[in-house]
């Protein structure tokens, strides 16, 4: 089929706060092809994401990812990938190109599973998908007490397994730091797996993130993740030297398969978490995915935001059996909660992927269109983007 059109729409919350919450916003993409509609997503600043796809040529490996692409046909999921290198070649020294690519990479699978009348994983090789895990992933609470009550509600809720990150963790003392884990393993129960997320905080500094390993030890953490930058690969590897029982997680920063690669390579890390939404897409990773299981390291999505995201983030690992946890957001904005029909609801604690043909889920236009925010890009009087209408 022939990509006809792409259009983006960038939805906001009305007021975005300063805080780890990636679902106050989102660039939702959509592809029309031979008559179908396939939806993808960006976990990307939209705007810088809207000029990427659009902006005037500034030299020949510096291009937007819209010229790449429409008009192109795609018939197989080779075709998908090759368009990436394609897009990634043309667009190299534009450093967003890779998320902006993203969105577009992701409808595109969703259009050939529409066509082909199959999900995406199955597009992927797969010949099932597995059930999966979900962690109710979350921010730290201000205070232990809160932070050990979230983990109770949590637990209620249903789910076995919980992520608390970014907020204060960190950034005070390693005290305070023990003092929080210990109340989420506390609230969470003894049997329960805790996940801890430092979201960057130590940068590369690996005295400051090994202070914190016994603690994490203490409470049976099953991982430490983003103690440090993605870049830092060194970091990782010298902390993972320290680190026995509590393995290291990271990656979803990766944005190209390379840098996942590397952590696995050389960073020590027992998870690798990838974002579709920034890697470039479910190729990429689903190839970041055979690389980890043939390297001993498991794969596990990054997704914060929307269960669009979330199916494109399953679909690349969802045939790994080993593979048992998945990342679940649990405090998505108001957007992001209404933003799909559909919705991956545990079932008996477990998530499993639609058979539907495509992601398998759709955005509700009705719910999100109050969130559109009216962009218009004008460049010496030629107007470059204007907000499509969501219908
Ligand atoms: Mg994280």
């Keep these: 089929v022939r990509i006809d059109d792409i259009e983006l729409f960038y939805l906001a919350m009305p007021r975005i706060l300063d805080i780890g919450d990636g679902s106050q916003d989102a660039l939702l993409v959509r592809v029309r092809a031979g008559g179908l509609s396939g939806w993808g997503e960006c976990e990307a600043s939209p705007l ?20 790449t692409v429409v008009g192109r046909q795609i018939e197989s999921p080779a075709d998908i990938i090759n368009l990436g290198h394609e897009v990634r070649a043309k667009g190299m020294d534009i450093a967003q190109t890779d998320h902006t690519w993203s969105g577009v990479e992701i409808a595109l699978w969703d259009v050939l599973g529409k066509l082909r009348q199959a999900p995406v994983y199955q597009l992927l090789g ?24 979230k983990a109770r509600q949590s637990r209620q809720q249903g789910f076995r397994a919980v992520k608390f990150g970014w907020g204060v963790y960190g950034r005070s003392t390693f005290e305070a730091d023990r003092a929080q884990v ?27 993130a090994a202070l914190r390993l016994p603690a994490l030890e203490d409470v049976r953490a099953m991982w430490l993740e983003e103690p440090f930058v993605g870049e830092a690969v060194h970091a990782y590897g010298q902390l993972a ?86 990342e679940y957001p649990v405090e998505p904005s108001p957007l992001a909660a209404s933003l799909t029909t559909e919705k991956l609801l ?44 969501l219908e």
């Design 48 to 67: 810088v994401s809207i000029a990427n796809f659009v902006c005037p040529m500034s030299h020949s490996a510096c291009k937007n990812v819209r010229d």
């Design 182 to 208: 210990e109340a989420a393993r506390e609230g969470l129960g003894p049997d329960g797996i805790l996940l801890i997320d430092a979201g960057t905080v130590w940068r590369d500094d690996v005295e400051q």
């Design 346 to 389: 545990p079932i008996d604690g477990q998530i499993q992927l639609p058979d539907r043909p495509g992601l398998g889920v759709e955005p509700d236009l009705n719910a999100i269109r109050p969130y559109l925010v009216d962009v218009e890009i004008t460049v010496s009087g030629r107007r470059l983007y204007q907000t499509p209408h």
């Design 126 to 149: 797969y010949g099932r998908a597995f059930p999966k895990t979900p962690y109710a992933s979350q921010l730290f609470g201000d205070t232990p007490a809160e932070t050990g009550q």
């Design 241 to 326: 030297e320290h680190s026995r029982r509590v393995r290291l997680a990271g990656g979803e920063g990766a944005s190209n398969f390379h840098m996942a690669r590397h952590l696995i390579d050389h960073g020590g890390i027992g998870f690798v978490q990838i974002d579709t939404g920034r890697i470039g897409g479910i190729g990429p990773a689903k190839a970041v995915a055979d690389y980890a299981s043939a390297h001993g390291v498991t794969f596990v999505n990054h997704t914060f935001t929307t269960h669009l995201a979330l199916c494109a983030s399953l679909a690349p690992f969802a045939g790994l059996e080993s593979a048992t946890l998945c």
